[in-house]
């Protein structure tokens, strides 16, 4: 009985989301592979017009047909390509309702051995991009009087561990900046919204020992907390949701932080990659892979 209640439930909810999201005009950038694709998958499938951005014209050509949308070359770093992806969009398919802002890299290692030029490009495309596009959205959105902006975060914007210096820094920057943004524009008729997944098994994690205690989550999972978000509005969301407790990690005293890390070994963690396992997505972020 009660996984038949369930079973019902899940189907209402569906229902509930395809009628939200049909007709809607949706953009996802970083929209190639893993969470961005999933989330194009998931958004086709509720009903809505997508279109994936992708700064590797092979791949999101590629993905695109396998899903029967429109694929568009976009680097988020440039704010003439943001600008031109918008235009594209509005032009195939129609005036852009949401905008997912989902591209991002993630280097990991010790931060005195992180080169200039991969520090800017992780502020570049993870915080920069987002605002560039944020930006460029929302104007076109105020003018109209309608729509939402979503930026994927990480949990890792509100857990700094060592190894991750550079990626804790943009992604605490895409949480404030979301919720003073939506601040900014639900006056206008536009939300933004924030969702933190967790460690996702993509290859963001590659050659990272995780073990029981550092939770993890497919990408399909986050998707689904992106689509909730888009049909539900709402400042952030973890995912899974069972991560929010991170919210109260910026005033837990520090010793116990130190604690925390050590149980979970995220002290290490980041700190100590499988080079070699993490190589090939390494050399896609511009990280020396064995460096």
């Excluded at 996802?28 to 992708?54: K, N, P, Q, Y």
């Excluded at 003073?180 to 050659?207: K, N, Q, W």
């Amino acid at each position: 009985m009660f996984t038949t209640m369930r079973r019902t439930r899940a189907a209402r909810r569906f229902a509930q989301v395809h009628e939200r999201l049909t007709g809607e005009v949706i953009a996802v950038t970083g929209g190639a592979r893993g969470i961005g694709l999933e989330t194009a998958a998931l958004l086709t499938e509720a009903g809505a017009h997508v279109v994936i951005g992708d700064v590797d014209a092979a791949a999101v050509g590629e993905s695109a047909a396998s899903l029967g949308i429109e694929g568009i070359v976009l680097d988020v770093t440039d704010t003439s390509s943001f600008v031109a992806f918008l235009d594209a969009v509005e032009e195939r398919v129609g005036p852009i309702d949401v905008l997912v802002n989902n591209a991002g890299i993630m280097p990991v290692g010790g931060f005195l051995d992180y080169g200039e030029a991969l520090i800017r490009r992780t502020v570049e495309i993870d915080l920069v991009g987002v605002m560039l596009g944020s930006q460029a959205a929302a104007r076109r959105m105020v003018e109209r009087g309608h729509g939402q902006i979503v930026n994927i975060a990480s949990i890792a914007g509100r857990l700094p561990n060592p190894g991750l210096t550079v990626y804790n820094g943009v992604k605490a920057g895409v949480i404030e900046f979301s919720e003073a943004l939506d601040a900014e524009l639900t006056p206008h008729g536009v939300r933004v919204s924030a969702v933190l997944p967790t460690f996702t098994r993509t290859g963001l994690i590659a050659g990272l020992g995780t073990n029981a205690l550092v939770t993890t989550v497919s990408p399909e999972e986050v998707a689904r907390e992106v689509v909730g978000i888009i049909a539900r509005p709402r400042v952030r969301v973890t995912a899974p949701r069972s991560m929010g407790w991170v919210g109260v990690n910026t005033v837990l005293p520090h010793g116990l932080k130190r604690r925390l890390r050590a149980l979970t070994e995220t002290d290490t963690l980041f700190l100590n990659p499988d080079r070699r396992a993490r190589a090939d997505y390494s050399a896609r972020i511009g990280q020396d892979p064995l460096g």
